[in-house]
């Protein structure tokens, strides 16, 4: 497999620019394996604390926007306990009423953290509806205080949809 900055050569230079972006390709092409390698290259080089989350699991709670932030962040614990040395993982989530978690949680990280945090958030097409629209409108909420009290960048995985078939 080529290296992750082969393969998406542009999304570093979006990471020093402090963006919050969206890598656009087909499925199963290889986005999460790629940008969970660049997140491990970022956090290894000592600039940055990086790291692939996954969204998917919130997806479960279609309707009730508080329990899916509750599960997408206790996977988000599992995935910074799996990848990431104890020094940057985040610190133990605030309360904040539902709608607001993600945010707070975001923020509280950022803060806490010894290292600009870069989040790669997978899969946020699986979450839908209310769901979606609330994890969404937390993160453009929270992106004007950016870097100082909100992750330096993010970014989002987004699958192309295949063409339509021509009659």
């Known amino acids: 497999m080529l290296p992750a900055l082969r393969r998406i050569p542009q999304v570093r230079d979006l990471i020093e620019q402090q963006a919050y972006f969206v890598v656009h ?15 491990t290259e970022l956090t290894r080089e000592g600039r940055h604390a990086a790291l692939l989350v996954s969204m998917e699991v919130g ?9 899916a932030e509750l599960a997408v962040l206790g ?28 945010q707070a949680a975001l923020q509280a ?21 209310e769901v979606l629209i609330s994890v969404l409108r937390q993160i453009r909420s929270g992106y004007p205080r950016h870097p100082g009290d909100f992750p330096w960048s993010a970014a989002r995985p987004w699958p192309a949809r295949p063409a339509a078939a021509s009659p």
């Open 75 to 102: 996977s988000w614990r599992g995935d910074a306990e799996h990848w990431l040395p104890p020094g940057l993982r985040p610190p133990p989530w605030p309360d904040a009423p539902p709608g607001q978690r993600i």
């Open 25 to 39: 390709a087909p499925r199963q092409v290889g986005k999460t394996t790629s940008l969970t390698s660049l997140a």
């Open 59 to 67: 997806a479960a709670f279609r309707s009730d926007p508080g329990a």
């Open 109 to 129: 990280w950022t803060l806490a953290s010894p290292r600009p945090l870069v989040l790669f958030l997978d899969e946020i097409d699986a979450l839908q509806d």
